[in-house]
């Protein structure tokens, strides 16, 4: 997550204040992150591990892998920006530990900076 945020162009102490406004989150194989249609109020780096992310066929209720984040991985920043609901459902593939920005800090934070 640090690699990350190093590339934002904000300050030093700006970026601390970022990082300290997110919580851990533990999961274990095959939890839930966050389905689809969920409104979405939270966006998530992948500090460990691997996450899967499914979108529905279209075919009845079926659903495939689309993509999957590793360590480093950002999940949930367009929903979180655009206010939409989730696109897609996003579940772990072992034991992970993820960093939770929830909407209202990634505002707050984005309103000091402007």
């Keep these: 997550m640090d690699e990350i945020l190093l590339k934002l162009d904000i300050p030093d102490d700006a970026r601390f204040e970022l990082v300290s406004a997110f919580t851990e989150k533990r999961m274990n194989a095959g939890d839930v992150l966050f389905d ?13 591990g691997s996450l899967a992310v499914h979108k529905f066929t279209g075919f009845l209720e079926k659903m ?3 993509a999957l984040l590793d360590s480093g991985g950002v999940i949930g920043e367009a929903a979180v920006l655009d206010g939409h609901l989730r696109k897609t459902r996003v579940t772990a593939i072992k034991e992970r530990i993820i960093a939770c920005l929830g909407k209202e800090d990634f505002e707050n934070f984005r309103k000091e900076l402007l």
Excluded: H, N, S
């Design 36 to 48: 689809y249609r969920e409104t979405a109020k939270t966006l998530y780096f992948v500090k460990e």
């Design 64 to 66: 495939q892998v689309i």
